[in-house]
């Protein structure tokens, strides 16, 4: 068949700094997007059964094994006739031909092989781009014998014979991704850092206006529509203490609001897993407009999931307005961060600033802050310290006992691995339980010699 591709486009950067890029085709349904979802160790993509689902790519970075790529998931190759076929695989193909490094091409084995997958084949074939056969849906021994087989004929090579839900294989995609991109990019196989802060909030308090002031690039559609944002949009940023990935997502929105199965509920559970995956999130609250239980859902959720947390009041600006001459600006805010701390009554040691995102005011504060608080995410305090501190507290507080009314000893308090902060008290009798208040003590003294602003501080 003649099967021309496109003129060959100049070569785009990847979405993600330099970094390589995977695509991944093939037919709709045949679990590209359950691959995708696989080999990130997170649902991005939206996986249902209904053919199309993806209808445009989607982008993520990963490391395996050292070497970090950036995974893009296509829309399915869908002609309805063999005309459209043919353009369709063409377009598919030019895509990966002019951006990707490496190509996945999946196949479903339980439906077997069809003409679409032959004709892809084909063309795949002509590129000087490698390309990885994954052969999905091979949950048993007797469909793995089937998929060495039957996918011969293609001309590709052996095939990565995995179950995309089941996880099974996933392994040995990463793995041969890593050998065709030329193996790990550093020895240490150690990820590239840079800090992920997300901007949160309801819709239309002002994210996107944020995001533009705090890189200088007009990325976000700002307007006064509320929603405009449907999408996660994110950017790198180069600022003193390193390079910060800020994330913008839609809006937020009570559940009562979203209909079910529709577009705003993907966007409200994606950005909920943005917000988890947050080093330090933005908090932005109207400072126009009353806190909402709402808002206060959302950076509960945000201190329950761990994330460094920093609470924004846009719009200050229309509050400064409404001052009264002679009134000290100084204390107007005290008074607002009052009603603010009253409003969220568990976030007494996170940092409360005031800007006007539109204007630009404040805005330099908040990096600064930003990696004050990452830093307090990630602070490690030395078992010596932990011991003068337990020491303190029970020169003052003595033992609390158990239900016999005997003291429970402790034999230490040390500081368990991991980001936000765990400390870990052990008793020496293992059938002795702390009562929580006592741990609330603990956690109160350690805040009180420490910087932990802005973060979780657990004690169990």
């Known amino acids: 068949m003649d099967s021309a591709l496109p003129a060959q486009k100049p070569q785009e950067a990847p979405a993600v700094g330099d970094l390589p890029t995977v695509a991944i085709i093939g037919r709709p349904n045949v679990g590209k997007s359950t691959l995708f979802n696989r080999l990130l160790g997170m649902r991005r993509s939206v996986t249902t059964p209904i053919p199309g689902t993806t209808r445009d790519r989607i982008e993520a970075s990963t ?70 056969l994954i052969a999905n849906k091979s949950d048993s021994q007797v469909q793995r ?51 992920r802060l997300g901007i949160f909030g309801r819709p239309n308090v002002g994210k996107s206006t944020l995001l533009n002031a705090l890189t200088g690039e007009d990325r976000a559609i700002v307007s006064d529509v509320s929603g405009t944002t449907r999408d996660t949009i994110d950017m790198m940023l180069e600022t003193e203490q390193g390079p910060v990935q800020i994330v913008d997502t839609a809006g937020i929105r009570r559940k009562a609001k979203i209909a079910k199965e529709s577009i705003d509920e993907w966007v409200t559970k994606e950005s909920l897993r943005t917000l988890r995956r947050s080093d330090v999130a933005l908090l932005l609250i109207d400072a126009d407009e009353p806190i909402t239980a709402q808002d206060r859902r959302l950076a509960n959720r945000a201190l329950t999931d761990g994330v460094g947390l920093i609470v924004i009041v846009n719009k200050w600006d229309l509050i400064r307005a409404q001052q009264e001459e002679g009134e000290d600006g100084d204390v107007v805010f005290k008074q607002f961060q009052k009603n603010v701390r009253r409003s969220f009554p568990f976030l007494q040691h996170v940092p409360i600033l005031t800007i006007s995102a539109e204007h630009g005011r404040g805005i330099d504060q908040i990096i600064p802050t930003v990696w004050r608080i990452h ?44 980001v936000p902060p765990l400390f870990m008290l052990k008793t020496k009798r293992l059938k002795d339980v702390v009562p929580r208040p006592y741990l609330n003590i603990i956690e109160k003294e350690l805040r009180a010699t420490h910087d932990f602003d802005g973060v979780t501080v657990k004690v169990q």
């Open 145 to 195: 014998q089937a998929a060495l087989q039957e996918t011969a004929r293609l001309g590709l090579g052996e095939p990565v014979v995995v179950s995309a839900s089941s996880g099974a294989g996933s392994g040995d995609v990463l793995d041969a991704i890593v050998d065709a991109l030329g193996g790990p990019s550093n020895e240490s196989g150690e990820r590239p850092h840079y800090l």
């Open 375 to 418: 830093q307090n995410r990630t602070r490690r305090i030395s078992e010596k310290e932990l011991a003068e501190t337990l020491g303190k507290i029970i020169k003052k507080q003595g033992f609390p006992t158990n239900e016999k009314g005997d003291d429970m000893e402790f034999e230490y308090l040390r500081q368990a691995e991991g």
């Open 63 to 132: 490391t395996w094994n050292g070497r970090t790529f950036t995974l893009v998931d296509t829309a399915g190759i869908e002609g309805e006739s063999v005309e459209q076929l043919e353009e369709d695989v063409a377009s598919q193909i030019a895509f990966a031909r002019d951006n990707a490094s490496v190509l996945l091409f999946v196949i479903d084995m339980q439906g077997g092989l069809t003409g679409a997958d032959r004709t892809t084949a084909d063309m795949l074939r002509k590129l000087d781009t490698p390309v990885l």
